[in-house]
Nanobody, 119 residues
Framework: QVQLMESGGGLVQAGGSLRLSCAAS????????MGWYRQAPGKQRELVAIMTSYGTPNYADSVKGRFTISRDNAKNTVYLQMNSLKPEDTANYYC?????????????WGKGTLVTVSA
């Protein structure tokens, strides 16, 4: 089992910044993918940014140039620096880790942290 503890959400005005953190604990493999997804009311959950344990990032087009993902493997922690926030970034942000197992890996999710961007 893997546990994920998120922090850093909140209310911010458009154009502002927030930093999300997510610490993983439990049966974490050294090779994994950690990152962030988000879900706005009435919409499906979507990828925001993920990063492999080797440091390779992948971003949604909507956040490229504004969000930066990073991770500290020694602390099993992933960060999401969000700059130039827009009202459309308002959503619950979920931390995710995918570890080896089954056919396509095993996914674990955090409980989510709410980000609200006011106009």
């Amino acid at each position: 089992q893997v546990q994920l503890m998120e922090s850093g959400g909140g209310l911010v005005q458009a154009g502002g910044s927030l930093r999300l953190s997510c610490a993983a604990s439990g049966n974490i493999f050294s090779v994994n993918v950690m990152g962030w997804y988000r879900q706005a009311p009435g919409k499906q959950r979507e990828l925001v940014a993920i990063m492999t344990s080797y440091g390779t990032p992948n971003y949604a087009d909507s956040v490229k140039g504004r969000f930066t993902i990073s991770r500290d493997n020694a602390k099993n922690t992933v960060y999401l620096q969000m700059n130039s926030l827009k009202p459309e970034d308002t959503a619950n942000y979920y931390c995710n880790i995918r570890v080896p197992g089954a056919q396509n890996g095993i996914n674990y999710w955090g409980k989510g942290t709410l980000v609200t961007v006011s106009a």
